[in-house]
C-alpha cells in the first residue's frame, strides 16, 4: 500500500435521515443515536443533509440543536443547506443561536442555486417574489455577512422599553469562520476561496476540463487554495461514499455490493447539460479502501473528509459502518480517534 503524504487529521461522516412517513419521529431519533455513537468513536464531525418536501430530514439546523444537548465534542455540520429555500437573516438567526447552543461546534455548509423543482414549488415558497429572487452568489454572501456581524439595518438603540441592535442576535464569535460552501465546480470554488469560506468536495462535480472524477476533483480543490487568503492552510473536506465491510455480515456485504454496483454505471460518462460527474462508491475492507484512497489524486491534497452513509441502509448498518471508518480505516490513513471531553 503506499503511504500518504500526510496523515488524515479530521474524520467526519455524513448522514440524510431518512424517515418513515407514518413514524417521522423514529428516524431522527436514529439520526441523533448515530450522531451519539459517531461521538464515542471518536469521530471529530458529523454532518446532516438537506432534504425539502422528502422523507429525509428538512430542518438539520433543528436537529443539530437536539444533538448539541447529547453530545459535546463531535462538531455538528450541515452539507448542505440549500439557501434558495432560505431567508438569509433569519438563517444567520438560527445558525448563531444553535453554535452558541453547541458551544462554538456548529459547522453550517451552504450552497447556491434555484431550489429543486422550483416551477412546481414556488407559488408556495415565494408567492409574490418568485421573479425576483436573486438564487446566486449574493444570497451566500448576505448570510456571511449577517453571521460575520455586519450591519442588517441603520437602527439601534432604545425604543420605548425595548433594545434593538443593527446586527444579527446572538451573534457567535468565531461562526463566521466555521461557513462551508458545498461546490461542485472551478467557479464555486474559486468564489468560495475569494469570500475565505472553507470548501466542501462531494461526490458530484462538473465535467469542465476532464472526465475523470479525481482529476476534475483536485483542479477545484486547487483553485480554491489559490483564491484562498490562507492559501494552502485553507480548509477543504472531502465527502465519497464509503463502505468498508471488516465486521459486516455476509448478508450486509451483499447488501453494499449490490448497492454500489446499481449505481456504478453512472459514474461512467457527464450526465445533462452541466456535465455532472458521479464518483465511484467505494467498498470492500478498510484496506482495500485506504489504497484507493491513497491512489486519488484529490484525497492525496486533504487531510479531513466526511465520508457519506448510503441512503437506504437500515440503522444497524450504519452502526457497523461508522464502527469500522473508526476502528479500521481511519487508522489505516493515520487517523487517531478524538477523546471525550
Do not use: C
Not at 171 to 197: K, Q
Not at 272 to 278: E, T
Not at 308 to 324: G, R, S
Amino acid at each position: 500500500m503506499p503511504l500518504p503524504s500526510h496523515p488524515l487529521r479530521k474524520l467526519g461522516f455524513l448522514t440524510i435521515g431518512l424517515f418513515d412517513e407514518a413514524d417521522p419521529r423514529a428516524g431522527h431519533e436514529s439520526t441523533l443515536e448515530i450522531i451519539e455513537l459517531g461521538e464515542r468513536l471518536g469521530f471529530d464531525s458529523a454532518w446532516l443533509r438537506h432534504r425539502h418536501l422528502q422523507y429525509g430530514i428538512s430542518s438539520p439546523v433543528a436537529v443539530l440543536a437536539a444533538a448539541s444537548q447529547r453530545t459535546t465534542r463531535i462538531e455538528l455540520g450541515t452539507a448542505v443547506i440549500p439557501l434558495g429555500w432560505e431567508n438569509p437573516l433569519r438563517l444567520a438567526e438560527d445558525l448563531a443561536t444553535v453554535d452558541l447552543l453547541s458551544g462554538g461546534r456548529l459547522n453550517p455548509g451552504v450552497s447556491v442555486g434555484p431550489p429543486m423543482h422550483f416551477d412546481q414549488v414556488k407559488d408556495a415558497l415565494y408567492p409574490d417574489t418568485a421573479d425576483a429572487e436573486d438564487f446566486g452568489y449574493g444570497r451566500v454572501s448576505r448570510l456571511l455577512d449577517f453571521v460575520r456581524g455586519k450591519p442588517a439595518t441603520d437602527f439601534s438603540g432604545v425604543e420605548g422599553f425595548e433594545v434593538f441592535s443593527d446586527r444579527v442576535q446572538p451573534h457567535a464569535a468565531g461562526l463566521g469562520s466555521r461557513l462551508w460552501y458545498g461546490g461542485g465546480s472551478l467557479r464555486s470554488a474559486r468564489w468560495a476561496g475569494e469570500h475565505g469560506m472553507n470548501f466542501l468536495t462531494s461526490s458530484v462535480v462538473k465535467a469542465e476540463e476532464s472526465e475523470d472524477f479525481a482529476e476534475i476533483q483536485l483542479s477545484h480543490v486547487r483553485a480554491f487554495r489559490a483564491a484562498h487568503p490562507d492559501g494552502e492552510r485553507a480548509r477543504v473536506s472531502q465527502g465519497l461514499v464509503v463502505i468498508p465491510t471488516d465486521s459486516a455480515t455476509p448478508g450486509q456485504r451483499a447488501k453494499y455490493e449490490a448497492y454500489a454496483e446499481k449505481r456504478t454505471p453512472r459514474t461512467a460518462t457527464p450526465h445533462g447539460p452541466a456535465r455532472m460527474m458521479f464518483a465511484p462508491d467505494l467498498v470492500g475492507t478498510s484496506a482495500e479502501i485506504a489504497e484507493r484512497l491513497y491512489a486519488h489524486a484529490a484525497f492525496r491534497e486533504i487531510d479531513e473528509v466526511a465520508f457519506a452513509l448510503p441512503f437506504t441502509f437500515e440503522h444497524a448498518d450504519y452502526v457497523q459502518i461508522l464502527t469500522d471508518l473508526a476502528t479500521g480505516l481511519g487508522p489505516a490513513l493515520g487517523w487517531r480517534p478524538s477523546a471525550q471531553g
